[in-house]
T-cell receptor, first 113, second 115 residues
Framework: AQSVTQLGSHVSVSEGALVLLRCNYSSSVPPYLFWYVQYPNQGLQLLLKYTSAATLVKGINGFEAEFKKSETSFHLTKPSAHMSDAAEYFCAALNFGNEKLTFGTGTRLTIIP | KAGVTQTPRYLIKTRGQQVTLSCSPISGHRSVSWYQQTPGQGLQFLFEYFSETQRNKGNFPGRFSGRQFSNSRSEMNVSTLELGDSALYLC??????????????FGSGTRLTVV
């Protein structure tokens, strides 16, 4: 069964610094991959998705992620953190023919002024 | 276009009662999925419906059920509520894989508290 691992349940970065949130998936067949952000008392907002087209995916709010099959990874980055980026981030995988998202445990991002 | 609408936003129920949550998908989306989010278990898949048929089901007891109507709106029901059912219930709708805008769009959720 597919599993998604997010290294680091809490990440703190200074405002203006690089944001790097890690995500690894387990399946041998590359799935579709998604990054979502969740603000307190809100649902999940899609940041970006990989659906087997370009390996470098650009999303909203300046975020991007690179799919690396050899590393089974889909890490999320942003060159310069902003205070408004403070939230919880979830990586999710969807395997073909299985309409079910498998989520990682989430990473809470804190921005230090 | 309108997003995914979940009602109600908040619910407080007593143990043993039952509850029904509603989800209206994005217009044109025929797939609706439900997820439970708790601090301890994270985001867990409940079930997925497409054109009124349940295609996939997660590992939840039979007290959790759902259905989808011809207009793609979906409801989930939880009977004989337990304290552990307290959670944020999220609904997501999606288009068909292969379409350029394919992805899962989530609603704001229904926060269920069982007392």
């Amino acid at each position: 069964a597919q599993s998604v691992t997010q290294l680091g349940s809490h990440v703190s970065v200074s405002e203006g610094a690089l944001v790097l949130l890690r995500c690894n998936y387990s399946s041998s067949v590359p799935p579709y991959l998604f990054w979502y952000v969740q603000y307190p008392n809100q649902g999940l907002q899609l940041l970006l998705k990989y659906t087997s087209a370009a390996t470098l995916v650009k999303g909203i709010n300046g975020f991007e992620a690179e799919f690396k099959k050899s590393e089974t990874s889909f890490h999320l980055t942003k060159p310069s953190a902003h205070m408004s980026d403070a939230a919880e981030y979830f990586c999710a995988a969807l395997n073909f023919g299985n309409e079910k998202l498998t989520f990682g445990t989430g990473t809470r991002l804190t921005i230090i002024p | 276009k309108a997003g995914v609408t979940q009602t109600p936003r908040y619910l407080i129920k007593t143990r043993g009662q039952q509850v029904t949550l509603s989800c209206s998908p994005i217009s044109g989306h025929r797939s609706v999925s439900w997820y439970q989010q708790t601090p301890g278990q994270g985001l867990q898949f409940l079930f997925e419906y497409f054109s009124e048929t349940q295609r996939n089901k997660g590992n939840f007891p039979g007290r959790f059920s759902g259905r989808q109507f011809s207009n793609s709106r979906s409801e989930m029901n939880v009977s004989t509520l337990e304290l552990g059912d307290s959670a944020l219930y999220l609904c997501a709708s999606s288009s068909i894989p292969g379409q350029g805008n394919y992805g899962y769009t989530f609603g704001s959720g229904t926060r269920l508290t069982v007392v």
